[in-house]
Nanobody, 121 residues
Framework: QVQLVESGGGLVQAGGSLRLSCAAS????????MGWFRQAPGKEREFVAA????????YYADSVKGRFTISRDNAKNTVYLQMNNLKPEDTAVYYC??????????????WGQGTQVTVSS
C-alpha cells in the first residue's frame, strides 16, 4: 500500500521558515515526479514545487521561486520543502503528491493527507 505521510506544518510569523517532509513508502518511486500542492480556504488547489526522483530536476511556481526549495533524500525515500521568508498568502494546507513522469493538478496518482501551514502577519 502506497503512503505519502507529511509532517512539519505549523504556525509561523511572516518572514519565518518551516520545513515540510513527505515520507513515501509502498513502492519504488524511481520513475516518479514528487512534489507539493497547496490549498487555501475558498481557493483551488495549486502547484507549488516538484522534483524528479530520477535526476533531481526541480520545478517551482512563480509565487515561491527564490523562497522555497524542494529536495529529496533517496536513502530515506523522503521529499522536503524548505520554506523561507514566508508570507501570510502562503497560508494553506500543503499536500504531498506523486505521479509517474509528470506532475500536475490533474495528474496525481498518490496524495498525502495534508499538513496545515499558517503564516501570521
Amino acid at each position: 500500500q502506497v503512503q505519502l505521510v507529511e509532517s512539519g506544518g505549523g504556525l509561523v510569523q511572516a518572514g519565518g521558515s518551516l520545513r515540510l517532509s513527505c515520507a513515501a513508502s509502498g513502492r519504488t518511486f524511481s520513475s516518479y515526479v514528487m512534489g507539493w500542492f497547496r490549498q487555501a480556504p475558498g481557493k483551488e488547489r495549486e502547484f507549488v514545487a516538484a522534483i524528479k526522483w530520477s535526476d533531481g530536476s526541480t520545478y517551482y511556481a512563480d509565487s515561491v521561486k527564490g523562497r522555497f526549495t524542494i529536495s529529496r533524500d533517496n536513502a530515506k525515500n523522503t521529499v522536503y520543502l524548505q520554506m523561507n521568508n514566508l508570507k501570510p498568502e502562503d497560508t494553506a494546507v500543503y499536500y504531498c503528491a506523486a505521479n509517474r513522469y509528470i506532475l500536475t493538478r490533474s495528474a496525481v496518482e498518490y496524495w498525502g493527507q495534508g499538513t496545515q501551514v499558517t503564516v501570521s502577519s
